[in-house]
């Protein structure tokens, strides 16, 4: 999918592509979060993890943010299964917010960012990334958890840390008995 969407923005401009083992899809974006704080909200990304069985998606397409004439984010979209990514999300947003966490006031768009702008762009440009990117399909992708990152954003680009991983559809006293078992 990389090549393919870098092969899309061919041409001059100051863009900073994410790189193949950092793309994902938001579903909550936290900001900074106290350490006291991540028991709370593991508690609820694993109760929101237990209840979704994995799935696989399919991304294609694409777009920028927050519009073709001066993009600041260039991603892929996501055509399958819409649904359940948007079902997943809503979860996640009523259970952190019932563990104190605010809701996200702008509408869910289920992406992948693969690339932000760090400066101007020649005209055009993002017509003809979107151009580009229509009709394009970028395979399948299983998804069999929610991962909770912690990013970093040096200049030379994002830094992402595992803080912690959910499986879909394992409950966490299943999960302690598999840990048990497998000791």
């Not at 768009?109 to 979107?130: E, M, S």
């Not at 909770?148 to 030379?156: A, D, I, K």
Request: with cysteine; aromatic share 8%; glycine share 14%.
């Amino acid at each position: 999918m990389a090549d393919a969407v870098r092969a899309a923005g061919e041409g001059p401009g100051p863009v900073s592509w994410v790189a193949k083992g950092n793309l994902h899809i938001t579903l909550k974006f936290l900001g900074e979060i106290r350490p006291e704080r991540i028991p709370a909200l593991g508690e609820a990304l694993a109760g929101v993890a237990a209840g979704c069985p994995p799935f696989s998606l399919v991304a294609f397409g694409g777009g920028t943010f927050p519009g073709t004439r001066n993009p600041r984010v260039l991603w892929a979209g996501i055509r399958e299964p819409l649904e359940l990514v948007g079902k997943l999300q809503q979860n996640i947003e009523s259970a952190l917010s019932g563990a104190g966490f605010p809701r996200e006031d702008r509408p869910f768009h289920p992406h992948i960012t693969v690339g932000r702008v760090r400066g101007t762009l020649p005209p055009a440009w993002g017509d003809r990334f979107v151009q580009g990117l229509a009709g394009r399909g970028f395979g399948i992708v299983p998804v069999s958890s929610i991962v909770l990152f912690e990013s970093r954003l040096p200049p030379g680009g994002a830094i992402y840390s595992v803080v912690r991983e959910f499986p879909l559809g394992i409950t966490p006293r299943r999960r302690e008995i598999e840990e048990e078992t497998s000791r």
